[in-house]
T-cell receptor
Framework: DADVTQTPRNRITKTGKRIMLECSQTKGHDRMYWYRQDPGLGLRLIYYSFDVKDINKGEISDGYSVSRQAQAKFSLSLESAIPNQTALYFC?????????????FGDGTRLSIL | DQQVKQNSPSLSVQEGRISILNCDYTNSMFDYFLWYKKYPAEGPTFLISISSIKDKNEDGRFTVFLNKSAKHLSLQIVPSQPGDSAVYFCAASARGYNFNKFYFGSGTKLNVKP
Protein backbone atom coordinates (compact mmCIF):
# COMPACT_ATOMS: atom_id res chain seq x y z
CA ASP A 1 0.00 0.00 0.00
CA ALA A 2 1.16 3.50 -0.82
CA ASP A 3 2.35 5.63 2.08
CA VAL A 4 0.88 8.79 0.52
CA THR A 5 -2.42 8.25 -1.29
CA GLN A 6 -4.09 10.76 -3.54
CA THR A 7 -7.65 10.54 -4.78
CA PRO A 8 -8.84 10.79 -7.44
CA ARG A 9 -5.94 9.92 -9.75
CA ASN A 10 -7.61 11.59 -12.71
CA ARG A 11 -10.40 14.11 -12.95
CA ILE A 12 -12.00 15.96 -15.81
CA THR A 13 -14.40 18.74 -14.95
CA LYS A 14 -15.89 21.97 -16.26
CA THR A 15 -15.05 25.59 -15.60
CA GLY A 16 -16.77 26.95 -12.52
CA LYS A 17 -17.15 23.63 -10.72
CA ARG A 18 -15.92 23.08 -7.19
CA ILE A 19 -13.37 20.30 -6.91
CA MET A 20 -11.70 18.62 -3.98
CA LEU A 21 -8.51 16.61 -4.18
CA GLU A 22 -7.75 14.42 -1.22
CA CYS A 23 -4.53 13.20 0.30
CA SER A 24 -4.00 10.73 3.10
CA GLN A 25 -0.78 9.35 4.55
CA THR A 26 0.25 6.45 6.75
CA LYS A 27 3.81 7.69 7.35
CA GLY A 28 2.96 9.48 10.59
CA HIS A 29 4.50 12.68 9.30
CA ASP A 30 3.45 16.01 10.73
CA ARG A 31 4.01 18.10 7.64
CA MET A 32 1.97 17.95 4.46
CA TYR A 33 2.17 19.88 1.22
CA TRP A 34 0.32 20.45 -2.03
CA TYR A 35 2.23 21.14 -5.26
CA ARG A 36 1.27 21.53 -8.87
CA GLN A 37 3.39 20.62 -11.86
CA ASP A 38 3.01 22.24 -15.27
CA PRO A 39 4.88 21.32 -18.45
CA GLY A 40 8.31 22.95 -18.56
CA LEU A 41 8.07 24.09 -14.96
CA GLY A 42 9.14 22.49 -11.74
CA LEU A 43 6.82 21.67 -8.89
CA ARG A 44 5.37 24.80 -7.32
CA LEU A 45 4.09 24.94 -3.77
CA ILE A 46 0.41 25.78 -3.28
CA TYR A 47 -0.12 25.28 0.46
CA TYR A 48 1.61 23.57 3.34
CA SER A 49 0.66 22.53 6.85
CA PHE A 50 2.86 21.75 9.84
CA ASP A 51 0.04 20.25 11.87
CA VAL A 52 -3.75 20.27 12.04
CA LYS A 53 -3.80 23.79 13.44
CA ASP A 54 -1.27 25.26 11.07
CA ILE A 55 -1.96 26.17 7.44
CA ASN A 56 0.32 28.32 5.31
CA LYS A 57 0.15 29.71 1.80
CA GLY A 58 2.77 28.72 -0.72
CA GLU A 59 3.85 30.63 -3.79
CA ILE A 60 0.71 30.05 -5.88
CA SER A 61 -2.21 29.81 -3.44
CA ASP A 62 -4.68 32.09 -5.28
CA GLY A 63 -7.76 30.16 -6.37
CA TYR A 64 -7.08 27.30 -3.95
CA SER A 65 -7.97 26.46 -0.37
CA VAL A 66 -6.98 23.58 1.90
CA SER A 67 -8.22 21.74 4.93
CA ARG A 68 -6.15 19.64 7.35
CA GLN A 69 -8.82 17.38 8.79
CA ALA A 70 -6.42 15.21 10.77
CA GLN A 71 -2.71 14.57 10.96
CA ALA A 72 -3.10 12.04 8.18
CA LYS A 73 -5.41 13.98 5.85
CA PHE A 74 -4.88 17.13 3.83
CA SER A 75 -7.32 18.14 1.10
CA LEU A 76 -7.02 20.74 -1.63
CA SER A 77 -10.07 22.56 -3.00
CA LEU A 78 -10.62 24.59 -6.12
CA GLU A 79 -13.67 26.69 -5.31
CA SER A 80 -14.43 27.64 -8.89
CA ALA A 81 -12.18 25.82 -11.30
CA ILE A 82 -10.69 27.61 -14.30
CA PRO A 83 -8.84 26.13 -17.29
CA ASN A 84 -5.39 27.39 -16.24
CA GLN A 85 -5.67 25.20 -13.15
CA THR A 86 -5.31 22.20 -15.44
CA ALA A 87 -2.17 20.52 -14.12
CA LEU A 88 -0.71 17.55 -12.31
CA TYR A 89 -1.15 17.92 -8.56
CA PHE A 90 1.05 16.26 -5.96
CA CYS A 91 0.63 15.86 -2.25
CA UNK A 92 3.77 15.35 -0.15
CA UNK A 93 4.68 14.75 3.47
CA UNK A 94 7.77 15.19 5.59
CA UNK A 95 8.85 14.82 9.17
CA UNK A 96 8.94 17.80 11.46
CA UNK A 97 11.71 18.68 13.88
CA UNK A 98 14.39 18.91 11.23
CA UNK A 99 14.85 20.80 8.02
CA UNK A 100 17.10 18.08 6.58
CA UNK A 101 14.21 15.92 5.57
CA UNK A 102 13.19 15.05 2.03
CA UNK A 103 9.56 15.09 1.08
CA UNK A 104 7.62 11.96 0.20
CA PHE A 105 5.18 12.30 -2.66
CA GLY A 106 1.92 10.69 -3.66
CA ASP A 107 1.41 9.48 -7.22
CA GLY A 108 -0.40 12.62 -8.30
CA THR A 109 -3.82 13.72 -9.50
CA ARG A 110 -4.13 14.70 -13.14
CA LEU A 111 -6.76 17.43 -13.30
CA SER A 112 -8.25 18.74 -16.54
CA ILE A 113 -10.62 21.68 -16.56
CA LEU A 114 -12.57 22.24 -19.72
CA ASP B 1 11.62 33.68 -12.11
CA GLN B 2 12.94 30.18 -11.61
CA GLN B 3 15.60 29.95 -8.94
CA VAL B 4 16.50 26.40 -9.91
CA LYS B 5 17.08 25.53 -13.54
CA GLN B 6 17.65 22.33 -15.41
CA ASN B 7 18.58 23.45 -18.88
CA SER B 8 18.58 20.05 -20.52
CA PRO B 9 15.03 18.73 -20.95
CA SER B 10 16.32 15.34 -22.03
CA LEU B 11 19.42 13.15 -22.08
CA SER B 12 20.09 9.87 -23.82
CA VAL B 13 22.85 7.52 -22.65
CA GLN B 14 23.96 4.01 -23.52
CA GLU B 15 23.62 1.33 -20.87
CA GLY B 16 26.80 0.97 -18.82
CA ARG B 17 28.00 4.50 -19.53
CA ILE B 18 27.93 7.51 -17.23
CA SER B 19 24.89 9.78 -17.03
CA ILE B 20 25.48 13.36 -15.93
CA LEU B 21 22.50 15.53 -15.10
CA ASN B 22 23.04 19.20 -14.38
CA CYS B 23 21.28 21.80 -12.30
CA ASP B 24 21.97 25.51 -11.74
CA TYR B 25 20.60 27.78 -9.07
CA THR B 26 20.59 31.51 -8.50
CA ASN B 27 19.94 31.96 -4.78
CA SER B 28 23.19 32.00 -2.78
CA MET B 29 21.19 31.30 0.38
CA PHE B 30 20.38 27.76 -0.75
CA ASP B 31 22.21 25.29 1.46
CA TYR B 32 20.45 21.98 0.98
CA PHE B 33 20.00 20.22 -2.34
CA LEU B 34 18.19 17.08 -3.39
CA TRP B 35 17.58 14.96 -6.45
CA TYR B 36 14.30 13.20 -7.07
CA LYS B 37 13.48 10.56 -9.63
CA LYS B 38 10.07 10.26 -11.24
CA TYR B 39 8.61 7.42 -13.28
CA PRO B 40 5.47 7.96 -15.39
CA ALA B 41 2.22 7.89 -13.41
CA GLU B 42 4.12 7.97 -10.13
CA GLY B 43 5.16 10.69 -7.75
CA PRO B 44 8.76 11.85 -7.40
CA THR B 45 10.87 9.69 -5.10
CA PHE B 46 13.84 10.96 -3.14
CA LEU B 47 17.17 9.84 -4.53
CA ILE B 48 20.06 11.64 -2.88
CA SER B 49 20.82 14.91 -1.11
CA ILE B 50 23.77 17.11 -0.25
CA SER B 51 24.35 19.85 2.27
CA SER B 52 26.33 22.94 1.36
CA ILE B 53 29.08 21.96 3.80
CA LYS B 54 30.02 19.16 1.42
CA ASP B 55 30.99 19.13 -2.22
CA LYS B 56 30.25 15.48 -2.89
CA ASN B 57 27.88 12.82 -1.65
CA GLU B 58 27.83 9.27 -2.89
CA ASP B 59 25.24 6.52 -2.61
CA GLY B 60 25.94 3.43 -4.63
CA ARG B 61 25.83 4.26 -8.32
CA PHE B 62 24.64 7.81 -7.62
CA THR B 63 26.90 10.74 -6.79
CA VAL B 64 25.91 14.35 -6.36
CA PHE B 65 28.51 17.09 -6.77
CA LEU B 66 28.06 20.63 -5.54
CA ASN B 67 30.03 23.62 -6.80
CA LYS B 68 28.93 26.52 -4.62
CA SER B 69 31.01 29.15 -6.34
CA ALA B 70 29.39 28.28 -9.66
CA LYS B 71 25.98 27.66 -8.08
CA HIS B 72 25.90 24.35 -9.86
CA LEU B 73 25.16 20.80 -8.90
CA SER B 74 25.24 17.62 -10.87
CA LEU B 75 24.07 14.05 -10.49
CA GLN B 76 26.20 11.28 -11.91
CA ILE B 77 24.95 7.74 -12.42
CA VAL B 78 27.60 5.12 -13.04
CA PRO B 79 26.99 2.69 -14.60
CA SER B 80 23.67 3.70 -16.11
CA GLN B 81 20.98 1.04 -16.35
CA PRO B 82 17.75 0.94 -18.37
CA GLY B 83 15.78 1.09 -15.10
CA ASP B 84 17.29 4.51 -14.50
CA SER B 85 15.20 5.88 -17.36
CA ALA B 86 13.00 8.48 -15.68
CA VAL B 87 12.61 12.20 -15.15
CA TYR B 88 15.07 13.65 -12.64
CA PHE B 89 14.28 16.79 -10.66
CA CYS B 90 16.74 18.78 -8.64
CA ALA B 91 15.50 20.83 -5.71
CA ALA B 92 17.10 23.38 -3.42
CA SER B 93 16.22 25.07 -0.18
CA ALA B 94 17.50 27.64 2.29
CA ARG B 95 17.12 26.00 5.66
CA GLY B 96 15.38 28.44 7.93
CA TYR B 97 14.47 28.06 11.56
CA ASN B 98 11.61 25.73 11.01
CA PHE B 99 10.86 25.20 7.39
CA ASN B 100 12.79 24.46 4.28
CA LYS B 101 10.78 25.48 1.26
CA PHE B 102 11.97 23.57 -1.74
CA TYR B 103 12.40 25.09 -5.18
CA PHE B 104 12.29 22.56 -7.99
CA GLY B 105 13.84 22.53 -11.43
CA SER B 106 11.76 21.61 -14.45
CA GLY B 107 13.27 18.15 -14.77
CA THR B 108 15.52 16.23 -17.16
CA LYS B 109 14.20 13.13 -18.86
CA LEU B 110 16.90 10.45 -18.92
CA ASN B 111 16.71 7.62 -21.43
CA VAL B 112 19.16 4.78 -20.93
CA LYS B 113 19.36 2.67 -24.04
CA PRO B 114 20.05 -1.08 -23.74
Amino acid sequence: DADVTQTPRNRITKTGKRIMLECSQTKGHDRMYWYRQDPGLGLRLIYYSFDVKDINKGEISDGYSVSRQAQAKFSLSLESAIPNQTALYFCATSRGQSTDQPQHFGDGTRLSIL
Amino acid sequence: DQQVKQNSPSLSVQEGRISILNCDYTNSMFDYFLWYKKYPAEGPTFLISISSIKDKNEDGRFTVFLNKSAKHLSLQIVPSQPGDSAVYFCAASARGYNFNKFYFGSGTKLNVKP
